[in-house]
């Protein structure tokens, strides 16, 4: 069935660098893709999204890079801070309104 | 409140209770979403409705699973004779308009745990 998930479960990165989280989905008929912050006792926060008409979107200190031929989007956090660490989850939707959230990535920032 | 508010945040049930949970969206939110989060899982769709309209409920996973939302504003998920399957988070969410591209605002989520 459709399903969305993640390559690693846990990332730790050192504060100041650069984090990528990586996403693979398996339905091709999905055309916008959305990133998910959740922090510990929260509902999930939209960061940024995309529609399957584009390969690149940037936002603030965020950019989302869609490889339709792979099915795979990615997540580059540029200077990574202590307040990014939680769980990142990629979503995928197909024109209706059934979003897949994908299993998440953890993301420590040591400082 | 500016965000979605979802009552209680915390419940205890004994197996085979029955329980209600709230959601408060979004002031002139037509969409709201409720979905299902086990412990170190992404949320699971439930139920869509725009506005008083159930328009998907696909991802409720048995009958002893009912939502309503009958002004088009609070909503209520109530789950019937809980099972411990049942425990997980309950989130809920709200979008402005009727496109599956707007912006969802979540909840806080409800945590279920069933003994």
């Known amino acids: 069935g459709e399903s969305v998930g993640l390559h690693l479960p846990t990332l730790s990165v050192q504060e100041g660098d650069n984090s990528i989280i990586n996403c693979a989905y398996s339905?091709?008929?999905?055309?916008?893709f959305i990133w998910y912050k959740q922090e510990s006792g929260k509902g999930p926060q939209f960061i940024i999204d995309?529609?399957?008409?584009?390969d690149k979107r940037q936002g603030q200190r965020v950019t989302v890079l869609l490889n339709k031929t792979v099915k795979h989007l990615s997540l580059q956090i540029a200077a990574t801070q202590p307040g990014d660490s939680a769980v990142y989850f990629c979503?995928?939707?197909?024109?209706?309104?059934?979003?897949?959230f994908g299993a998440g990535t953890r993301l420590f920032v040591k400082a | 409140g500016a965000g979605v508010s979802q009552s209680p945040r915390y419940k205890v049930a004994k197996r085979g209770q029955d329980v209600a949970l709230r959601c408060d969206p979004i002031s002139g939110h037509v969409s709201l979403f409720w979905y299902q989060q086990a412990l170190g899982q992404g949320p699971e769709f439930l139920t869509y409705f725009q506005n008083e309209a159930q328009l998907d409920k696909s991802g409720l996973p048995s009958d002893r699973f009912f939502a309503e939302r009958p002004e088009g504003s609070v909503s209520t998920l109530k789950i019937q004779r809980t099972q411990q399957e049942d425990s997980a988070v309950y989130l809920c969410?709200?979008?402005?308009?009727?496109?599956?591209?707007?912006?969802?605002?979540f909840g806080p989520g409800t945590r279920l745990t069933v003994l």
């Open positions: 339905n091709s008929a999905s055309d916008y």
């Open positions: 979503a995928e939707n197909a024109g209706g309104f059934k979003t897949i």
């Open positions: 995309i529609r399957s008409n584009m």
């Open positions: 969410a709200s979008s402005p308009g009727d496109r599956s591209t707007d912006t969802q605002y």
